[in-house]
């Protein structure tokens, strides 16, 4: 089975400060890869997506992820954060067969000033 | 651009009750998904449905029921409603069956059990 592993529940970090956000994930078989963003009261909305090709991903936002087969890795990078990114980050994959998303639990992103 | 409603942002609900938790989308999208939200825990899938009249079991579909009647709506029943299902619950659709498609998502539904 897929799985999903988030180390990080919260992350603090300073404006304008670069941000990584770790996803690990397990799957023997080919996979894709999502992030998804929550801000405050709202539902989940896409970010970015890994389907195959280049390994580097870019998203809305300023957002990049990186997809590292070997290391079973798709980590979520912004060089510099706003306080506006202040919000909860989900990765999540799917595999072969039909759609169903596992999801990571969450890491928190805090941007202070 | 692709919009999923769930009919209520805030519910209250008393332990017993029957509650409907609905879901719209205006895509027609042939998926449609039912998650719920817990902190520490992510995201859940409760059950999905690829077709009308279909439904497939999630991962934690006890002291659930959904309905599918028609292609745009997915109903979310809690049959008689327990404090321990107090949490958030996300409707989501997406195109037909292929891993590659993005999940859209609504607002979400804050239910308390009390």
């Known amino acids: 089975a897929q799985s999903v592993t988030q180390l990080d529940s919260q992350v603090p970090v300073f404006e304008e400060a670069p941000v990584e956000l770790r996803c690990n994930y397990s799957?023997?078989?080919?996979?894709?890869l999502f992030w998804y963003v929550q801000y405050p009261n709202q539902g989940l909305q896409l970010l970015l997506k890994?389907?195959?090709?280049?390994?580097l991903v870019k998203g809305i936002n300023g957002f990049e992820a990186e997809f590292n087969k070997s290391q079973t890795s798709f980590h979520l990078r912004k060089p510099s954060v706003h306080i506006s990114d202040t919000a909860e980050y989900f990765c999540?994959?799917?595999?072969?067969?039909?759609?169903?998303?596992?999801f990571g639990t969450g890491t928190r992103l805090l941007v202070s000033p | 651009d692709v919009k999923v409603t769930q009919s209520s942002r805030y519910l209250v609900k008393r332990t017993g009750e029957k509650v409907f938790l609905e879901c719209v989308q205006d895509?027609?999208?042939?998926?449609m998904f039912w998650y719920r939200q817990d902190p520490g825990l992510g995201l859940r899938l409760i059950y999905f449905?690829?077709?009308?009249?279909?439904?497939e079991k999630g991962d934690i579909p006890e002291g659930y029921s959904v309905s599918r009647e028609k292609k745009e709506r997915f109903s979310l029943i809690l049959e008689s409603a327990s404090t321990n299902q107090t949490s958030m619950y996300l409707c989501?659709?997406?195109?037909?069956?292929?891993?590659?498609?993005?999940?859209?998502f609504g607002a979400g539904t804050r239910l308390s059990v009390l």
């Open positions: 989501a659709s997406s195109f037909f069956r292929s891993s590659k498609n993005v999940q859209y």
């Open positions: 890994y389907l195959s090709g280049s390994t």
């Open positions: 449905s690829y077709d009308v009249k279909m439904k």
């Open positions: 799957s023997s078989v080919s996979v894709y």
């Open positions: 999540a994959v799917s595999g072969s067969g039909f759609q169903k998303l596992v």
């Open positions: 895509m027609d999208h042939e998926n």
